[in-house]
């Protein structure tokens, strides 16, 4: 069994940082890819950064310039700076993991969430 545990929402004034962290925990062989996903009232999920194992990075337009994610592969832990926040960034944010539990076995993990609240 593998979890993720995101921490570091809040509420914050537009034009101010936060710094999300996810760690994976459990029976894991090692993670690929791990990437950040939000949902804002009334919306889809809209996926918002990956980065692979080695480090190759890929954002959605709108946070382009603003996000960075980052990863410490030897803590399973992926992290993602905040910067330059908008109001309409305000969302719960996921952590999304792909997890080799076996050498064989792949599996799709998701965290729980955590509120990021931007007021103008």
């Known amino acids: 069994q593998v979890q993720l545990v995101e921490s570091g929402g809040g509420l914050v004034q537009a034009g101010g940082s936060l710094r999300l962290s996810c760690a994976a925990s459990?029976?894991?062989?090692?993670?690929?890819?791990m990437a950040w996903y939000r949902q804002a009232p009334g919306k889809q999920r809209e996926f918002v950064a990956k980065i692979t194992r080695g480090g190759t990075t890929n954002y959605a337009e709108s946070v382009k310039g603003r996000f960075t994610i980052s990863r410490d592969n030897a803590l399973n832990t992926v992290y993602l700076q905040m910067n330059s926040l908008k109001p309409e960034d305000t969302a719960v944010y996921y952590c999304?993991?792909?997890?080799?539990?076996?050498?064989?076995?792949?599996?799709?993990?998701w965290g729980q969430g955590t509120q990021v609240t931007v007021s103008s």
């Open positions: 999304n993991a792909d997890v080799l539990i076996t050498p064989l076995t792949t599996r799709d993990y």
């Open positions: 459990g029976t894991i062989f090692y993670t690929n890819v």
